[in-house]
């Protein structure tokens, strides 16, 4: 995915060893969204391979 970030034009892509699961266990924050809009959506659903 951070391949694909970098060809989409974002610049500062690290790549989490462990995933999201790491981060979670340990104890660091994330950011859910609820008021995405239905392009934003679709284009994350492309970028995760699940659309």
């Known amino acids: 995915m951070a391949r694909d ?4 034009g974002f610049k500062d892509v690290k790549i989490l060893k462990g995933g999201l699961g790491a981060w979670t266990n340990a104890g660091l924050p994330i950011e859910t969204r609820t008021d995405m809009s239905p392009v934003g959506a679709e284009l994350y659903k492309a970028l995760l391979g699940t659309s």
């Not at 970030?5 to 989409?8: C, E, I, V």
Request: aromatic share 0%; glycine share 0%; net charge positive.
């Open 5 to 8: 970030l970098r060809k989409l």
